[in-house]
């Protein structure tokens, strides 16, 4: 199992393992489409690879899993240069094997080498195996999001 750059040639199956991933996360409350995104995280995904910001496992022909990276660029000044790990998946054939680890562990050197001080990585809160992993990596929460639903059917209109 080799981790190394993605390719041009990489991105249509990048952009089914991104709609797997998706997927999955539908399990744990992602409000992201799968199929009705699959334009635009193609799009992104072909953006990330041209950039150099998206590491593959590939198995021989087979890309086992994948994950995005970059470097935050944001509005504001802050105190650290911000790397960010997005998007790790790996094939459900691929798991429990360390496939997510040596991405990982890919993606942390080279936010670090390109002059990440910190890294951050988002996980599902209801997705206890993910968090697991990132906290025995050494992540700590460092930002919470809240969300309130709307379409509250317990919420009664006062006025009438």
Known sequence: MRVEPATTAD???LTEQWVALCD???EHGTHLLAD???T???SVLAQRVATDQVLVARDDATIAGFVT???EDGLYAEDATRGTIENVYVAPEHRNQGVGTRLLDAAERELEERGADVLNIAAMAQNTAARRLYE???YTTHRVVMEKSTR???HTNEEG
Do not use: L
Request: proline share 0%.
């Open 11 to 13: 991105v249509d199956t």
């Open 24 to 26: 999955d996360q539908r």
């Open 36 to 38: 009705a995104n699959r």
């Open 40 to 42: 635009a995280a193609r």
């Open 69 to 71: 990276y970059y470097i």
């Open 136 to 138: 025995s990596r050494g």
């Open 152 to 154: 509250n059917d317990n």
